[in-house]
T-cell receptor
Framework: KQEVTQIPAALSVPEGENLVLNCSFT??????LQWFRQDPGKGLTSLLL?????REQTSGRLNASLDKSSGRSTLYIAASQPGDSATYLC????????????FGQGTELSVKP | ETGVTQTPRHLVMGMTNKKSLKCEQH?????MYWYKQSAKKPLELMFV???????ENNSVPSRFSPECPNSSHLFLHLHTLQPEDSALYLC?????????????FGPGTRLTVL
């Protein structure tokens, strides 16, 4: 059974820092790995999706990498801003598991001005 | 209105009450999902509907009863709930139930069971 873990559970950084959020998964037979953002009182917004055949994806100041062999993904946020404060969730989707996402518990990020 | 909407946004109910959560999407999608997000626990998939047919029931207790009358609407009927059912219930939709289709989430219904 796939399990997804995110470390740390919470992170507080000053504005402008580059930071890395970690996600690990137990079953390397994944189809894709997604990173989501959740703001308080709101739903999830998809940030990046990495297919199993890919190593990384980039969108603006965000870069997500995937290493299936080690069961790890990282989300790199460059030049963090207070507006980046939110909870970041990663989710793995197994092969032949269309639409069935297994989520980690999330990392709550606070970027201080 | 665009995107995925959920009503009500907040709900407080007693254990003997019967209530329903509603989800509506205006994206022309054919797959809809219910998730449960409890405090300090990962988001859990509850049900999936694809083209109005239920394709996934993740061992959800029968006190939760989903209904999908058409591809745009999804309901979660609640009865005889327990305090541990208090959580944020999120609805999502995607074009189809397949890996290449991004899921779009609603804002959720915050449910408190007294």
């Amino acid at each position: 059974k796939q399990e997804v873990t995110q470390i740390p559970a919470a992170l507080s950084v000053p504005e402008g820092e580059n930071l890395v959020l970690n996600c690990s998964f137990t079953d390397s037979a994944i189809y894709n790995l997604q990173w989501f953002r959740q703001d308080p009182g709101k739903g999830l917004t998809s940030l990046l999706l990495i297919q199993s055949s890919q190593r990384e994806q980039t969108s603006g100041r965000l870069n997500a990498s995937l290493d299936k062999s080690s069961g790890r993904s990282t989300l790199y946020i460059a030049a963090s801003q207070p507006g980046d404060s939110a909870t970041y969730l990663c989710a793995a989707e197994g092969n032949n598991q269309g639409g069935k996402l297994i989520f980690g518990q999330g990392t709550e990020l606070s970027v201080k001005p | 209105e665009t995107g995925v909407t959920q009503t009500p946004r907040h709900l407080v109910m007693g254990m003997t009450n019967k209530k329903s959560l509603k989800c509506e999407q205006h994206l022309g999608h054919n797959a809809m999902y219910w998730y449960k997000q409890s405090a300090k626990k990962p988001l859990e998939l509850m049900f999936v509907y694809n083209f109005k047919e239920q394709t996934e029931n993740n061992s959800v207790p029968s006190r939760f009863s989903p209904e999908c009358p058409n591809s745009s609407h999804l309901f979660l009927h609640l009865h005889t709930l327990q305090p541990e059912d208090s959580a944020l219930y999120l609805c999502a939709s995607s074009l189809r139930q397949q890996s290449t289709d991004t899921q779009y989430f609603g804002p959720g219904t915050r449910l408190t069971v007294l």
